[in-house]
């Protein structure tokens, strides 16, 4: 049973406006949660993370929010530009167990110029 | 090299092979992982190695050997694999394991194919 849910596989945006991609998960317990970036035949790249204290980490386009409560975080680019395409991954952990990542199944972004 | 190093990029191997996939790091770091990602599936946390002693083995069939001789080299021996086993096999280090906050860097991954 997936812990870590990206519902949307594909996401589709023109260039200049906001992208959207969610992320649900399961266990109440995670409260460490990362999001991830991969082009075509490379490895994942870190982009950014929000510890459970938080519920909003900005780093320039990319902002996530994090729901504790609804146990669903979301990443908006602003303002999404073509070599935003690429497959996002988010990901959960417990800090008490360190970098033991769970990560959900990914979602495409395409961005449209 | 910089990063995260991965041989072969492509593999293809019979069921009754037996082959090695390695993994080298430059970055100084002293965890090292490997993750299973199979078609359309979240990324599967297979092995971690912290200071090159073994913290993880999730539930990882017996025909998948890691070894990890230094914090710089992982290597993954395969014997007698399945079809279902094909997927991409991604590397990872970060500075610590027990360090929540240290972003993993991947290699960019070994696509095994079993036939």
């Known amino acids: 049973d997936q812990q870590v849910k990206q519902n949307s596989p594909s996401l589709s945006v023109q260039e200049g406006r906001i992208s959207i991609l969610n992320c649900d998960y399961t266990?109440?317990?995670?409260?460490?949660f990362l999001w991830y970036k991969k082009y075509p035949a490379e490895g994942p790249t870190f982009l950014i993370s929000?510890?459970?204290?938080?519920d909003k980490n900005e780093d320039g386009r990319f902002t996530v929010f994090l729901n504790k409560s609804a146990k669903h975080l979301s990443l908006h680019i602003v303002p999404s530009q073509p070599g935003d395409s690429a497959v996002y991954f988010c990901?959960?952990?417990?800090?008490?167990?360190?970098?033991?990542?769970?990560f959900g199944a990914g979602t495409i972004l395409r961005v449209k110029s | 090299e910089t990063g995260v190093t991965q041989t072969p990029r492509h593999l293809v191997m019979g069921m009754t092979n037996k082959k090695s996939l390695k993994c080298e790091q430059h970055l100084g770091h002293n965890a090292m992982y490997w993750y299973k990602q199979s078609a359309k599936k979240p990324l599967e946390l297979m092995f971690v190695y912290n200071f090159k002693e073994q913290t993880e083995n999730n539930s990882v069939p017996s025909r998948f050997s890691p070894e990890c001789p230094n914090s710089s080299h992982l290597f993954l021996h395969l014997h007698t694999l399945q079809p279902e086993d094909s997927a991409l096999y991604l590397c990872?280090?970060?500075?610590?394991?027990?360090?929540?906050?240290?972003?993993?860097?991947f290699g960019n991954g070994t696509r095994l194919t079993v036939t």
């Open positions: 929000i510890s459970s204290i938080k």
């Open positions: 266990n109440s317990m995670f409260d460490y």
């Open positions: 990872a280090s970060s500075q610590d394991q027990e360090q929540y906050n240290s972003p993993l860097h």
């Open positions: 990901a959960a952990s417990l800090m008490e167990y360190g970098n033991k990542l769970v």
